[in-house]
């Protein structure tokens, strides 16, 4: 049996610290991108006006989600004059849910589009994680944009929404061409 060398321990050594350090930046930069887009979403609803505004607004997070986090952990804060009410609901149970938006995370197109007929007629903000969606009437996608978080609009799905968006936002995003 060879004879154990010291220097191949601290390379070892050395190489776990190294790999602990970048797990430690890349767990920190994701982490960052969760709160990114949660002050992104919220800004969002801070410059949507509904025709008719109750008291708390409530955003309804669908699908499997990988940034939806800090979302949640908002939830009681408030957003302009109104209190942000957070929660996770199932497909099949966002038509009783009555939410004023929808935070979409991973779903195919049948689902998406038998979400959005179950809403027909609402004034609904749909903002989702896949870009795919905007294609297919989500009127925000988020996307990464440098270091933060970035979105796309669908202005089509924008004007048959009935909401009013501010022209601020609308002109932060990156518009994706209608269906």
């Known amino acids: 049996m060879p ?28 982490e960052d991108h969760v709160q990114g887009v949660a002050r992104t979403v919220i800004g969002i609803l801070g410059y949507t006006h509904w025709p ?6 409530r955003l309804c997070v669908v699908g499997s989600t990988e940034y939806a ?12 004059s109104r209190q942000l009410d957070v929660r996770r609901v199932e497909l099949d ?17 049948q689902q998406w589009r038998s979400l959005m007929r179950q809403q027909d ?3 609904l903000l749909t903002i989702s ?6 294609r297919i009437g989500a009127m925000f996608c ?15 799905s924008v004007a048959r929404s009935g909401l009013r968006i501010s022209p601020k936002v609308l002109q932060l995003a990156r518009t994706k061409a209608a269906p």
């Open 3 to 30: 004879p154990r060398r010291a220097g191949g321990r601290a390379w070892l050594l050395a190489a776990c610290l190294a790999w602990t350090a970048v797990s430690a930046r890349a767990d920190a930069a994701a």
């Open 52 to 57: 008719a505004e109750s008291g708390g607004l």
């Open 69 to 80: 986090a800090g979302l949640m952990h908002s939830s009681g804060q408030a957003v302009g």
């Open 93 to 109: 149970q966002v038509k009783n849910a009555d939410c004023d938006g929808i935070y979409a995370g991973e779903m195919d197109e």
């Open 121 to 123: 007629g609402r004034p």
């Open 129 to 134: 994680e896949r870009g795919a969606l905007c």
């Open 142 to 156: 988020l996307r990464r944009q440098g270091e933060g978080p970035g979105f796309e609009v669908n202005l089509d």
